[in-house]
């Protein structure tokens, strides 16, 4: 598997927590990455740090978001900033690490949820 840093997905990152008021997210502990030749379905990943890090290695939680380059780069710009937005919804409110489920007992992360809210900064 080959990554590439992906600063411009980064940048995106910043403004849509902020214009979202994801006030939650440290974006500092946020990365964004590029690869080159997953083989997945996807369009992006995200991936959170153990709790078990910050424990026994005092390590903050920190989120990598991966875009899937052969995929997202072809999505429409509106796609791709559902995509990050989809991505950034699985991060819980304690950014402890963990990921928040498609399906849990207090939210969905489904298009419809993710509509609501790129509705909401369009305006």
Not at 26 to 45: E, F, G, P, Q, V
Not at 59 to 88: F, N, Q
Not at 99 to 122: A, K, M, P, W
Request: hydrophobic share 40%.
């Amino acid at each position: 598997m080959h990554y590439a840093q992906a600063p411009e997905i980064k940048r995106q990152i910043v403004t849509l927590v902020d214009k979202l008021e994801m006030n939650h997210i440290d974006t500092n502990r946020i990365h964004c990455i590029r690869s080159l030749d997953a083989k997945t379905r996807a369009y992006a990943r995200i991936w959170g740090m153990a709790r078990l890090f910050k424990e026994v290695a005092g390590i903050e939680p920190h989120y990598i978001i991966e875009v899937i380059a052969k995929r997202y780069d072809k999505l429409s710009e509106r796609e791709k900033i559902k995509t990050l937005i989809h991505e950034l919804m699985h991060i819980p409110k304690t950014f402890s690490g963990a990921l928040l489920s498609h399906r849990g007992q207090y939210h969905r992360i489904n298009d419809r949820t993710v509509e609501q809210l790129l509705r909401s900064i369009e305006r």
